[in-house]
């Protein structure tokens, strides 16, 4: 078993910066792929961002890239999402999750093993 407890998530203006972070612990952190979701109000969850074990392959979906990192640091369990340029539709709770095979397979999140509570983005216009 694998615990996620994400943190960072607030309320910011468009073009602001929010980082968020998700804290694991049980099993070692680095065996695993780390991913990023978000869910919008009426919307399915969808990817974000993902990272393989070591940080050496990343992923994300389009609308983020040049805007968002995801970083890993496996000394403290952590996984980071930083989030620049925020736009309103960037809003909506944010999780993070764990891939047990330690490879960024895809953007499914029945992919994904283990899964956080989330934590909430707003971003205002």
């Known amino acids: 078993q694998v615990q996620l407890v994400e943190s960072g998530g607030g309320l910011v203006q468009a073009g602001g910066s929010l980082r968020l972070s998700c804290a694991a612990s049980g099993r070692t952190f680095s065996n695993y792929a780390m991913g990023w979701f978000r869910q919008a109000p009426g919307k399915e969850r969808e990817f974000v961002a993902a990272?393989?074990?070591?940080?050496?392959?990343?992923r994300y979906r389009d609308s983020v890239k040049g805007r968002f990192t995801i970083s890993r640091d496996n000394a403290k369990n952590t996984v980071y999402l930083q989030m620049n340029s925020l736009k309103p539709e960037d809003t909506g709770i944010y999780y993070c999750a764990a891939d047990r095979t330690g490879v960024v397979r895809g953007a499914s999140s029945p992919l994904y093993d283990y899964w956080g509570q989330g934590t909430q983005v707003t971003v205002s216009s």
């Open positions: 990272i393989s074990r070591f940080g050496g392959t990343t």
